[in-house]
């Protein structure tokens, strides 16, 4: 197989799924050439709690991958995600240097912004910039070469689990692949299924995963709020096993094939088969009762969206509604049922702004790995290997004193 430099892959680290996504960078943008998808094993919630079990899944999508696209994959842009992950707003200040900004200026903004108390079990993630502020004026998107003597930035950073995030690069290490960066799932999503207009009007996408749901709001263009909350769709799938009392493995089945998220979209003369567990015979029972099953776990899992948005203030900025993501987005019924909840328009999030075999990927279940690859090739840089907070303390104070002296001297 070739090895090629213009590569970038996106690594979904889903609870369902394992998903590797290979795009190939073009004049005219990213060109999906290769997609490869494995059953997950060995996480839970988005959180690894198997590790051999994870290597091999990923091995698995990988090969398939490499496969399809005739290329050696040999670094990631992985995805993290589960309860661990938090978002907080915080804000920076400093004095401008030559009265002009520069990047120099922006880099102290922004670390000034860090400066908050983190545990030390907990890592920062991203720093996602919302807005400068020069001499009183806000809403500037790029301060460098605006002249000033005080520079403000809002930032939102978001910080996860430090041996969550060890745990995922040790799996990819040991499928012999360096992990360029780790990106929150939620955000890499938004870059797959939103659009400009309704970052900039305000929009809450809500990516709904196999264990955990993932939210994040834009307002006026700039992140304002990530959260995650632990149901997924496989506390559908739970419930519909026990509702109907069939294995596991046949009530995903039947979800994927029959799953209506709205009873009112449904007669009750339709009946389905249904396999029961322990060996007894197969019975038969109304698509309509299957609905009734589903519909009040959905409800549930949207009133707690929606309970987190409204704790923040959000419901009233949401100006072009709701987008829903991800695999347990596919269920018919999904978008009616959010429009109750929410009293928005919402609409399923399907990924854009890819070519090459844009048709495969064209599902909100591929939402993460596509965006993780429009990510990566938004964010390039190949000398980068993500690594977890350094243990080397002695080491980061003598390069950042090196720094200091190097301004005055």
Same mark, same amino acid.
């Given at each position: ?38 059953? @997950? ?6 959180? #690894? ?5 994870? /290597?091999? %899944?990923? +091995? =698995? ?85 605006? @002249? ?6 809002? #930032? ?5 689990? /430090?041996? %969550?995030? +060890? =745990? ?242």
């Amino acid at each position: 197989m070739s090895k090629k430099d213009n590569l970038v892959v996106g690594l979904d680290i889903g609870t369902t799924k394992i998903c590797t996504i290979v795009g190939e960078l073009t004049h005219h943008g990213v060109d999906i050439v290769g997609l490869g998808t494995y059953p @997950s094993k060995g996480l839970r919630k988005g959180v #690894v709690i198997n590790i051999d079990a994870t /290597v091999q %899944s990923i +091995q =698995n999508a990988i090969e398939e991958a490499e496969l399809m696209a005739g290329c050696e994959i040999h670094s990631v842009y992985a995805g993290i995600a589960g309860g661990h992950i938090k978002g907080f707003n915080s804000h920076g200040v400093v004095a401008v240097k030559n009265q002009e900004v520069t990047q120099y200026d922006v880099d102290r903004v922004i670390d000034a912004a860090k400066a908050v108390a983190i545990p030390m079990d907990r890592e920062v993630l991203h720093v996602l910039p919302q807005e400068y502020i020069i001499d009183d004026q806000d809403g500037i998107r790029e301060p460098i070469g605006m @002249s000033g003597v005080r520079l403000e930035s809002k #930032v939102h950073i978001v910080t996860g689990a /430090v041996t %969550s995030a +060890q =745990n995922i690069v040790k799996c990819a290490n040991r499928c012999g692949l360096n992990v360029s960066d780790i990106v929150i799932e939620q955000l890499a999503s938004s870059k797959a299924v939103l659009t400009q207009d309704e970052k900039d009007l305000g929009v809450a996408m809500i990516d709904i995963g196999g264990g955990t749901t993932d939210i994040l709001v834009y307002v006026g263009g700039a992140i304002v709020h990530s959260a995650v909350i632990s149901i997924g769709g496989n506390h559908i799938t739970n419930d519909i096993a026990v509702g109907i009392r069939t294995p596991m493995r046949e009530a995903e089945s039947i979800k994927h094939r029959f799953g209506v998220a709205s009873s009112d979209l449904i007669s009750r003369d339709e009946l389905i088969d249904v396999p029961s567990v322990g060996g007894r015979k197969p019975r038969q029972i109304s698509k309509k009762l299957l609905s009734e099953i589903i519909e009040p776990r959905v409800e549930e899992l949207f009133m707690l969206v929606k309970n987190e948005l409204e704790k923040m203030n959000l419901m009233n900025k949401l100006a072009s509604g709701v987008v829903i993501t991800g695999g347990s987005a596919i269920m018919e019924g999904m978008p009616e049922v959010a429009e109750n909840v929410f009293d928005l328009p919402v609409r399923r999030g399907i990924p854009h702004g890819v070519g090459g075999l844009a048709e495969a990927v064209s599902s909100p279940i591929y939402a993460t790995a596509v965006g993780l690859v429009l990510y990566g090739s938004e964010n390039q840089n190949p000398r980068a290997s993500f690594r977890v907070r350094d243990k080397n303390m002695f080491v980061k104070v003598r390069s950042r004193m090196k720094e200091w002296f190097g301004e005055f001297f």
